[in-house]
């Protein structure tokens, strides 16, 4: 993985905000990929199992479903950026649509 440095900039404004927004993190052609698989998964939960009580679609753990989503795991844009910023201890404890 490629290391992506963390700017003071970055720094002083997860401080101040607690989030940190990274522009261009996902290329266009990545976008349309992820999007096409969301579809799909919603197109097949809509038809298996309909709405939620509240007229929503979720699905949880995602992960399973699409190799895609296992690609954003180590993203190279973001990731450096999330162990700078919390630590090398990250784990996923679930992943919902």
């Not at 490629?2 to 990545?30: E, Y």
């Amino acid at each position: 993985m490629d290391f992506t440095g963390l700017t003071p900039t970055q720094r002083q404004t997860f401080d101040r905000d607690g989030f940190l927004l990274i522009p261009d993190a996902l290329p266009a052609a990545m976008v349309r990929r992820l999007l096409a698989v969301v579809d799909r998964l919603h197109a097949e939960g809509v038809k298996g199992d309909g709405l939620n009580d509240r007229g929503f679609w979720q699905m949880r753990n995602c992960l399973p479903r699409d190799d895609l989503f296992l690609e954003l795991l180590d993203w190279p844009a973001t990731v450096p950026l999330v162990v700078q910023l919390l630590s090398h201890n990250i784990q996923l404890i679930t992943s919902h649509l």
